[in-house]
């Protein structure tokens, strides 16, 4: 049996579709929600709901019970995530669990600018001392969070932002998704791989905003700025100053060349070429 954990958050909906697309029965799928009351679309395709939390390393034992293929998406809580995703590691070796499908980050590393990214890093040593086999998915940035990147671009035509003049690869949670449920479902030739996860090509941000102005029709241009002034530009919007520094730090990811890849892996994994940016980028624009 597979458990996909975060079963109600976009990466997780999108694995557990792309498994019963995969011809694998919901009955032999299980989600890990928090609050069965709002995963009803789960349960209306047959998928078993299982009650659980990154905190709670007993709820977590009883979730995994019988479960051979452990999905461990990532916690979207920053706060003590070390201790959560620990928590989920020691549990599903308690549990029997024989094979874990961990997502990360793209080129993991105790030394990555993005900070929250080191999370990652300290995941994948539990795993591979947990003796679970296990494949690790090292997944770029989300295509589908980049309109976020462009802010008032789309209104002024300036697109302000410290990334340089580096390149970015992203990849569509999609495929991210259908990739997950393709090793999920025969995870033994992937047992103790890790993958760089993104897409084809690599852009740089002159790059994108051309993409982007044929898209809406007029001219975007990108201005690249000091880290501080973005700091300083996100304070002026509003942005809680909690949160600067992380968001901060993507920006210093991107300019040191964290989020830049050539790797293929995404692609053979999917056996067939990912979406692309200048597909994929209209579509998420209109919406």
Request: proline letters at 4%; a neutral charge; aromatic letters at 8%.
């Amino acid at each position: 049996m597979i458990l996909v954990t975060a079963a109600t958050g976009h990466l997780g909906t999108a694995t557990i579709d792309s498994l019963l697309k995969a011809k694998v029965p919901a009955s032999q799928i299980a989600g890990l929600v928090r609050d069965e009351q709002k995963a009803a679309a789960l349960s209306e395709k047959g998928i078993a709901l299982r009650t659980g939390d990154y905190f709670d390393t007993v709820s977590l034992e009883k979730a995994f019970q019988g479960i051979d293929t452990l999905v461990f998406i990532s916690s979207g809580t920053i706060e003590n995530r070390v201790d959560q995703h620990r928590n989920v590691v020691n549990a599903a070796k308690t549990s029997g669990v024989k094979h874990i499908i961990y997502t990360s980050v793209l080129k993991a590393s105790k030394t990555l600018k993005f900070f929250p990214g080191v999370d990652h890093y300290h995941t994948e040593t539990f795993l591979k001392e947990s003796g679970i086999p296990y494949t690790v998915f090292r997944n770029t940035f989300y295509m589908e969070i980049l309109p976020m990147f462009l802010g008032g671009a789309l209104e002024s035509g300036q697109w302000h932002y410290a990334a340089g003049n580096a390149k970015i690869n992203v990849a569509a949670r999609i495929d991210m998704a259908e990739a997950i449920a393709n090793v999920a479902v025969a995870p033994a030739p992937h047992a103790n791989r890790i993958y760089e996860i993104a897409g084809n090509r690599s852009y740089s941000f002159n790059e994108i905003a051309g993409v982007v102005s044929q898209i809406v029709g007029k001219t975007i241009s990108y201005i690249p700025v000091p880290l501080e002034a973005l700091k300083e530009g996100m304070k002026q919007a509003g942005v809680p100053e909690g949160h600067i520094p992380m968001y901060a730090s993507i920006a210093e990811a991107i300019s040191a060349g964290e989020l830049d890849s050539d790797d293929r892996s995404l692609e053979k994994l999917l056996q067939r070429k990912p979406v692309d940016l200048k597909e994929y980028l209209p579509q998420l624009l209109s919406a």
